[in-house]
């Protein structure tokens, strides 16, 4: 393998229903500074069915180039189907890298594509840089339980690839007058090339408010002692036109459901404002949260590791502090 006959950066649109996934949006973001730092073009992969329009947002969002293979068979989501059209792509135009969302849908397909075109594949990372003079990928991720950042590189092979945490990176504006090119194939897949049929699509309804898309978070930990006290974390969130969520030992207790869960194993946010009760900052938390724009952290005990990145601690019991600022917050929009 030449790998100087790879070039250019791709990161997979996903899409469910037509709707593209928040994650592809992340990853262009991403995608364009490598690009840019890097001096290739930045392709973004969008499969479907009658998805013309979002093409179009890819774009706007970022890419010089979009590559639409469209098919009725692609219209969900098949590792089978997926997989043979990407890695065709990949053998034709051969990319340097390929970016790929940590959804359930990009945790299938990734290690799947790498396999087949016998390429290299960091899973779930956290950080991607390049490296100065020969621009391999750098690519971050936590190890051994988050007590390690481990580096990952690819040097020998191509395309280099990743899958990339949901929320850990920021999408562009929307610039509708961005120029790219829209590139429509035709995608060759047959009915007998996919071994897996889908039936049907259920989604279950959550009453569950996205945690990810939150401005404010009032965050609950094992300080909490038990589930009632959750109600006065929301009526503070409530206040502050956010939501709650917690920490793994929250979930683990059976306070929250685990769509709430901040961390390595939970979600990855960055709110305006990310409020920390009764959370002591285990590092696979910090993980999930530590880029929040202003961290305020609530404790009894100011050696917690929360007060070390915390822009404002509060040292004392919850339960006195947060009804007064419920109380001090009341007061002042009354005014
Ligand atoms: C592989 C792996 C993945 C993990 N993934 C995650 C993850 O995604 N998210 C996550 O959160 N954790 C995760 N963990 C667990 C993590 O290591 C910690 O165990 C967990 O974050 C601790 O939660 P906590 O801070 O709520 O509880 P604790 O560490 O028990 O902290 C409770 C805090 O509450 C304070 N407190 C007690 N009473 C009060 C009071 N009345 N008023 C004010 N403060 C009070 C205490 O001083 C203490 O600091 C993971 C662990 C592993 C090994």
Redesign the pocket.
Known sequence: MNIADYKGVWVFAEQRDGHLQKVALELLGKGREIADKIGVELTAILLGDNIDEIANELVAYGADRVLYAHNPLLKHYTTDAYTKVICDLAKERKPEIILVGASFIGRDLGPRVSARLGTGLTADCTALDTEEGTNHLLMTRPAF??NLMATIMCTEHRPQMSTVRPGVFEKLAKDTSRKGKVEKIAAKVEASDIRTKVEDVAKIAKNIADIGEAEVLVS??????DKENFGMLKELADLMGGSIA?????IDSGWLDKAY??????KTVRPKIYIA?????????L??MQDSDFIIA????ES?P?MQIADLGIV????K?IPELIAQIKVAQAE
């Open positions: 339980g988050g609950g930990g094992r300080g909490l002692g917690g920490s793994r030992a929250a869960q901040v961390g390595q194993t939970g009760v009764g959370i002591s900052g285990a590092i696979q938390h993980a999930g609530i404790n009894k005990d917690a929360i004392g019991d919850f339960k502090i």
